[in-house]
């Protein structure tokens, strides 16, 4: 057997094991794993870390954000910006707009992705209506095509879900064997606290994060795990900020109810003081649930130290700054009612959790490994995916450990106009990403062309 490509010395993590060996790909598929390996190309990897690439299961692309509001990513940046980050699949969200089905939603974004990607793509549905058609019809039948796992939102007007229409959803994802992922905050207590705030004149970026407070996160993961327990279903509660919400994650895991839980780098490294800096500047931190406090950070930590988490994702969600900040602003828009919810992070979460996890010796590299892509592939349902072994594809990052460098704007290629994590050190930083055999990132520089594919998954671990 000749093999199209051994990757030769690194230290390979795989599953529970981390040893140095050769990876034999063939195919686009490993196909061996041992020492003397010989191929058609060879890449020296001596002194590099090999894991499995990264899949970030919380990304939006391309996503509609409001009146005149774009997301300042579309599916060539943003997959740019993941191959960069050491990624080879995301992971975005289908949803529908101006009286959209959520059939035409799919066909829409698809159409958006196809031929423009440089890692591969698995996207999650958004289920904003519980009329016959969509929750009798459309759900069913994109789930058989693969797309088994879809959000719904408790807070937002527009997009939130009643409880009793969760249900409803819930149901159809049991029936069917999909994944529910919730959106945690109660919309009418953000909806009181903004009222007042507004009234008070409290408009400044800060005064988003005031304005959803611990309890808020908290009493929703509660009821979001309820009604799962109510419905008998797994269910992911995403983007966990703090400590409280976790706890209530535990309690209901007490309970027997089958309840993921996700975080991410903005809820380890960031914190609400990073949105009260002078003027609009604040806004570049705006995302939902907010960043809370440095203790708030120590319990998301013992959280990942005691496996309370199962996913790291960026929840990558890029608006320019510009957009916002600029000559409209101050005015209408530069209440914090009307900035987009969202930071661009894409590029930059495997780097953060690697340093301040591997490098700062918290966090073992099978177990970065397992938060960063092989939970990702287990409980989305890519079989093939996640993990470095005989069978899966040849989705692989080679890490340089000692790489130190300070986290720049200027560096990254999405599309966003900054980073939060602007001038953050890291150590350790990938180098190379390798989609199904084929270099797709180079010493930080992305490599056509764009031939990433959708990947429809097996039902999610509704059954695990
Ligand atoms: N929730 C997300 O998951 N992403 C961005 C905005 C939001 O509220
Ligand atoms: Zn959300
Ligand atoms: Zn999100």
């Known amino acids: 057997m000749t093999l199209d490509l051994v990757i030769r010395g690194a230290r390979v993590v795989s599953g529970s094991s981390v040893a140095t060996c050769d990876i034999g790909v063939l195919g686009g598929r490993i196909a061996t794993l041992g020492t003397g390996l010989t191929g058609d190309q060879v890449i020296d990897a001596a002194g590099l870390i090999a894991m499995p690439g990264g899949i970030d299961s919380h990304v939006h692309i391309a996503q509609p954000s409001g009146p005149g509001i774009e997301m300042a990513d579309d599916f060539a940046s943003a997959t740019r910006a993941a191959a960069c980050g050491g990624n080879t699949t995301v992971m975005p969200f289908c949803l529908p707009e101006g009286g959209q089905t959520l059939r035409e939603a799919v066909a829409a974004y698809r159409a958006k992705a196809n031929g423009q990607c440089l890692t591969d793509v698995s996207f999650h549905l958004i289920v904003t209506a519980t009329d016959p058609v969509t929750l009798g019809q459309d759900l069913p039948a994109l789930i058989a095509q693969g797309l088994t796992s879809f959000k719904v939102f408790m807070t937002y007007q527009g997009m939130r879900l009643s409880d009793a229409e969760i249900l409803q959803v819930m149901d159809v994802a049991r029936a069917h064997g999909a994944l529910t992922m919730v959106h945690a905050e109660n919309e009418d207590a953000i909806e009181f606290l903004r009222d007042k ?39 992911m509660i995403v983007h966990v900020s703090n400590g409280a919400a976790l706890d209530e994650i535990r309690r209901a895991r007490g309970r027997g109810v089958r309840v993921f839980a996700e975080t991410c780098p903005q809820y380890i490294t960031l914190t609400a003081d990073d949105l009260d800096r002078a003027g609009f500047e604040g806004a570049k931190w705006v995302c939902s649930p907010p960043p809370r406090d440095t203790d708030e950070q120590v319990a998301i930590w013992a959280g990942l130290d005691q496996g309370a988490f199962d996913v790291f994702s960026s929840d990558h969600c890029p608006f320019r700054f510009a957009d916002s900040a600029g ?15 969202g930071i661009p992070g894409v590029e930059t979460r495997l780097p953060i959790l ?4 591997v490098s700062k010796g918290r966090m073992s590299l099978t177990t970065f490994a397992a938060l960063t892509a092989t939970n990702h592939a287990r409980i989305y349902g890519l079989e093939h995916k996640g993990a470095i072994a005989i069978g899966k594809d040849a989705d692989i990052v080679l890490w340089d450990p000692r790489a130190r460098r300070a986290i720049t704007q200027a560096a990254l290629h999405h599309g966003a106009d900054y980073t939060p994590w602007e001038g953050f050190e890291v150590t350790g930083w990938p180098v190379r990403t390798i989609l199904r055999g084929r270099t797709v990132m180079l010493d930080g520089a992305p490599v056509g062309p764009p031939e990433g594919r959708h990947i429809a998954r097996a039902c999610a671990a509704v059954t695990a």
């Open 354 to 357: 690697f340093s301040e996890g």
């Open 197 to 235: 705030a507004e009234r008070a004149g409290d408009i400044a970026p800060v005064h988003h994060a005031r304005t959803r407070p611990i309890p808020v996160e908290r009493e929703a993961t509660h009821r979001a795990t309820a009604l799962a327990e109510i419905t008998d279903v797994p269910v």
């Open 327 to 341: 000559k409209d602003a101050p005015g209408a828009r530069a209440a914090f009612r009307n900035i987009p919810n």
